[in-house]
């Protein structure tokens, strides 16, 4: 009886593991969704509301998550105690990256965007929010590929592992 049950625990933790490293995969996801969504909030304010990036990112008025938002309200503070954008958004990516499980392919592509930030017309703005936003979807188009593959992996790997274990107990 306790052998048994004792199996079904080692199974389940196993099991826990992988749910665990799935996650993770997962919350990737849910970073870059989240900056997707505020590359595009950023577009719209500045394609129809003519508002300039430093006003958009110490506005509390864009709609969005909470990781983004704290990217915000971090961004918003760097400026307002005298840093430049370029330095507050590159901080700011440093300080948030790892909350949003974003890799250095994500953060990169996030520092790159910030070397063109705010310097041209709104045309120009535009045209270089579009381009980054392209690349997010293609990186988070990655990233659930990535997830899909891996958690079937990862799952399958950790069940039988805890298998192979209780078996090797009994």
Same mark, same amino acid.
């Given at each position: 009886?306790?052998?048994t049950l004792g199996c079904v625990l080692i199974v389940a933790a196993f099991a826990a593991t992988g749910m665990t490293y799935t996650s993770?995969?997962?919350?990737?996801?849910?970073?870059?969704?989240?900056?997707?969504?505020?590359?595009?909030?950023?577009?719209?304010?500045?394609?129809?509301?003519?508002?300039?990036?430093?006003?958009?990112?110490?506005?509390?008025?864009?709609?969005?998550?909470?990781?983004?938002? *704290?990217? =915000? +309200?971090?961004?918003?503070?760097?400026? &307002?105690?005298?840093?430049?954008? %370029?330095?507050?958004?590159?901080? @700011?990516?440093?300080?948030?990256?790892?909350?949003?499980?974003?890799?250095?392919?994500?953060?990169?592509?996030?520092?790159?965007?910030?070397?063109?930030?705010?310097?041209?017309?709104?045309?120009?703005?535009?045209?270089?929010?579009?381009?980054?936003? *392209?690349? =997010? +979807?293609?990186?988070?188009?990655?990233? &659930?590929?990535?997830?899909?593959? %891996?958690?079937?992996?990862?799952? @399958?790997?950790?069940?039988?592992?805890?298998?192979?274990?209780?078996?090797?107990?009994?």
């Amino acid at each position: 009886m306790f052998k048994t049950l004792g199996c079904v625990l080692i199974v389940a933790a196993f099991a826990a593991t992988g749910m665990t490293y799935t996650s993770s995969l997962n919350k990737r996801i849910c970073g870059l969704s989240s900056m997707i969504e505020l590359f595009s909030a950023i577009k719209i304010k500045i394609n129809y509301e003519f508002t300039s990036l430093p006003e958009i990112l110490s506005a509390p008025s864009l709609q969005t998550k909470k990781e983004t938002a *704290d990217f =915000l +309200k971090n961004c918003a503070t760097l400026m &307002e105690n005298g840093k430049d954008l %370029k330095h507050s958004w590159n901080q @700011s990516i440093d300080r948030f990256s790892e909350k949003m499980f974003l890799d250095k392919g994500d953060v990169t592509i996030l520092k790159d965007f910030s070397a063109n930030l705010g310097d041209s017309d709104v045309g120009g703005q535009i045209a270089n929010i579009s381009l980054y936003l *392209d690349l =997010l +979807k293609a990186n988070l188009k990655k990233a &659930e590929t990535i997830a899909k593959d %891996k958690t079937r992996v990862a799952m @399958s790997l950790s069940v039988f592992s805890g298998l192979i274990f209780s078996i090797l107990l009994v």
